[in-house]
């Protein structure tokens, strides 16, 4: 080969070798563009998981209370309870997510609706009859109602088949049963896991449809003490001692502590809602109540007061009962257990700062 073969045929090895070594390292840039795209692709995946993890920690709260639950969806069962000195103290009550009480009687006796949602009390009770207030009331919370009997005007609207209702009357010794120790007609008792097997063997709804109310971002205590009075009369008359501390609001009935009968816990709810609405008497031993529409409400948590209103869709059962603040803002709450005070328009709440 000539001189200048010899040179040609060097050039092109050279710029052969030249273009092989371009493909090589197009080549590991290539690489390493795809193995940063799948790092990047597993921190994205990695971000969309911890974020789903937070909507999934956020959606399982209850609507109730606000409090992350296994079983925040889960349809709540609202039991009717009783307010009379000689049932005290009762049994599951610090288990409810959120807890009713109101006039059976204008001027007298008050009877509980306790719902529940998260907990499963090993023992309800005692279990009193159903009024016809009780029923829009539950409605709003799309709740499953449990009770045992109740008078004619709430009878004839549960046995229209108005909502989903456990009457102890037809499925005494089964769901419900009568403890022996207890005083008659107080010795009506139930379970959650009862109440649950039943619900679901009547093929009743158990995801609940309730949208819920507000919450705050943990707690802000204003006070280190306070009282709060609920003046339904004599002995039914409530207390609750604000403890700064804990920011719970410790219940007492007619001056002595209310207890859980399963746990021998105080009662102590983190939110008080005072509902004013009035309130007639009606065949000598009922009363009705103006629960749908609207009217004046006082709240208490984080150890202060706020005044507002309270308002329920007339002639929509299953609305919402809506908690507004004075500039019609709707309440935040504190999570934890709430209880709705609903007293006569002309009762007296007091709430005092220190005591």
């Known amino acids: 080969m000539s001189k200048n073969g010899k ?115 090993k023992e309800i009770g005692s279990i009193r009859s159903a ?58 008792f139930t379970s959650y896991e009862n109440l649950k097997e039943y619900s679901e063997n009547a093929g009743y709804d158990r995801e609940s449809s309730f949208v819920g109310y507000k919450f705050l971002d943990g707690d802000a205590p204003s006070v280190s003490k306070g009282q709060l009075t609920i003046g339904y009369p004599s002995i039914f008359e409530v207390e609750y001692e604000y403890d700064g501390e804990t920011n719970e609001y410790l219940r007492f009935k007619n001056g002595s502590r209310e207890i859980d009968k399963n746990n021998s816990e105080q009662i102590a709810a ?8 009035a309130s007639r008497q009606i065949e000598g031993q009922y009363n009705d109540m103006d629960i749908e529409g609207e009217g004046r409400s006082k709240y208490y948590l984080n150890g202060g007061e706020v005044y507002g209103n309270w308002k329920k869709d007339i002639g929509n059962q299953s609305s919402k009962l809506y908690f507004y603040d004075e500039s019609g803002n709707e309440m935040e709450f504190v999570s934890g257990q709430i209880w709705i005070q609903i007293v006569q328009s002309d009762q007296s709440v007091h709430w005092t700062v220190g005591f």
């Open 270 to 277: 983190k939110n008080v809602i005072v509902m004013f609405a």
């Open 7 to 121: 040179k040609y045929a060097f050039l092109g090895f050279g710029i052969l070798l030249i273009f092989l070594v371009s493909i090589f390292l197009s080549s590991l840039e290539g690489n390493t563009i795809n193995i940063m795209g799948s790092i990047q692709s597993e921190d994205e995946k990695s971000g969309e998981d911890q974020i789903e993890e937070v909507v999934e920690e956020e959606g399982n709260r209850s609507p109730l209370n606000g409090i992350v639950c296994e079983n925040a969806f889960r349809r709540p069962i609202a039991v009717t309870l009783a307010g009379d000195a000689e049932a005290r103290n009762l049994s599951g009550l610090s288990e409810a997510d959120l807890v009713i009480e109101m006039p059976v009687v204008t001027g007298g006796i008050t009877r509980y609706l306790a719902f529940f949602g998260c907990n499963e009390p």
């Open 131 to 188: 009024r016809h207030d009780f029923i829009p009331l539950a409605m709003g919370f799309d709740a499953i109602m449990a009770h045992w009997g109740g008078s004619h005007f709430a009878l004839d609207k549960l046995n229209s088949g108005v909502m989903d209702n456990l009457n102890a009357l037809y499925l005494e010794g089964t769901v419900f049963y009568r403890k022996s120790g207890a005083i008659a007609p107080h010795n009506g």
